[in-house]
């Protein structure tokens, strides 16, 4: 890098820090999982609310009282 070792060291050592820090390492791991890969999770959003969409229909044809969940009142 440069042409004192002295340097060279404390560069490597403020970029190790740098890199170690866990706002950098959750950077680098949103950057690649999630930026990357944003086709996929918008189809999985997709198809999780189409198959919501789909229950839904499916409670208010036919009264779907067993799989309400919260409410005790009839």
């Known amino acids: 890098?440069?042409?004192v070792p002295r340097l060279d060291r404390v560069i490597e050592?403020?970029?190790k820090y740098y890199?170690?820090?866990w706002k950098?390492?959750?950077g680098k791991y949103m950057k690649f999982y999630v930026f990357g890969?944003?086709?996929f999770l918008t189809l999985l959003a997709a198809i999780v609310l189409l198959l919501l969409t789909t229950l839904q229909?499916?409670?208010s044809v036919?009264?779907?009282r067993k799989f309400n969940?919260?409410?005790t009142s009839e």
Do not use: E, I, P, Q
């Open 57 to 59: 229909a499916f409670c």
């Open 1 to 3: 890098m440069t042409k």
């Open 24 to 26: 950098v390492k959750f």
């Open 62 to 64: 036919y009264n779907c």
């Open 37 to 39: 890969s944003w086709k």
């Open 69 to 71: 969940l919260g409410s």
């Open 13 to 15: 050592d403020v970029n």
């Open 19 to 21: 890199y170690n820090r």
